[in-house]
């Protein structure tokens, strides 16, 4: 399975630090993407980094991605209330089947 | 901008009935997606359409079934209702192979 695993499974932090989450996967990818989720509802696209990338940059989010080690993370800098939500990373592998594997995901609790 | 529209956004059902969701991907993609999420779960990949065919399989039961039509609309035939079933269905959409899924916002299957 590509499926990626994510950790911690959960973080709380108060509001203005940074945030790191971090994924591992174990197959082959063509790009690794982040999505957010709210409570109960649908999965939001973040950002996504191609496996010839290495760091990618979207506002306050920064995105790294090891290949080798087959590990990406995800940093949320100052971090507000408004970021409190799961936070998971999927991977494409770009082949014939198309579609993505997401991980287990990271409950982010930022502390007013 | 138009997003994916999923209805009905809740469904309470009883075990051995049947439901069917439905999925209207944004405008212009061709590829459709469905996703299961149980409670504190991530996201499992149940099948995926390209241009109305079948593209990739993963882990839908057997009493599941879907199709997309021809104006791309998808919809997600669930037979035989066990309370495992229970969860949020997602269905995304993408214009192209290796960009970004777009969500709805899920429907929440009940089965009592």
């Known amino acids: 399975s590509q499926q990626g695993e994510e950790d911690p499974q959960a973080l709380s932090i108060q509001e203005g630090e940074n945030a790191t989450m971090n994924c591992s996967y174990k197959?082959?990818?063509?790009?690794l993407q982040w999505y957010r989720q709210n409570s109960g509802r649908g999965l939001v696209h973040l950002i996504l980094i191609r496996s010839n990338e290495r760091e990618k940059h979207s506002g306050r989010l920064r995105v790294t991605l090891d290949t080798s080690k087959k590990s990406s993370s995800l940093l949320i800098t100052a971090s507000r209330a408004a970021d409190t939500a799961s936070y998971f990373c999927a991977t494409d592998a770009g082949t014939g089947a198309n579609n993505l594997f997401f991980g287990t995901g990271t409950r982010l609790t930022v502390i007013p | 901008a138009a997003g994916v529209i999923q209805s009905p956004r809740h469904l309470i059902k009883e075990k051995r009935e049947t439901a069917t969701l439905k999925c209207y991907p944004i405008?212009?993609?061709?590829?459709v997606y469905w996703y299961q999420q149980g409670p504190g779960q991530d996201p499992q990949f149940l099948i995926s359409?390209?241009?109305?065919?079948?593209?990739d399989k993963g882990s839908i039961p057997d009493r599941f079934s879907a199709q997309q039509f021809s104006d791309y609309h998808s919809e997600l035939n669930m037979s035989s209702l066990e309370l495992g079933d229970s969860a949020l269905y997602f269905c995304?959409?993408?214009?192209?192979?290796?960009?970004?899924?777009?969500f709805g916002n899920g429907t929440r299957l009940t089965v009592t």
């Open positions: 197959t082959s990818i063509n790009n």
């Open positions: 359409f390209y241009e109305k065919m079948q593209s």
């Open positions: 405008p212009r993609h061709d590829t």
């Open positions: 995304a959409s993408r214009g192209t192979a290796g960009s970004p899924l777009h």
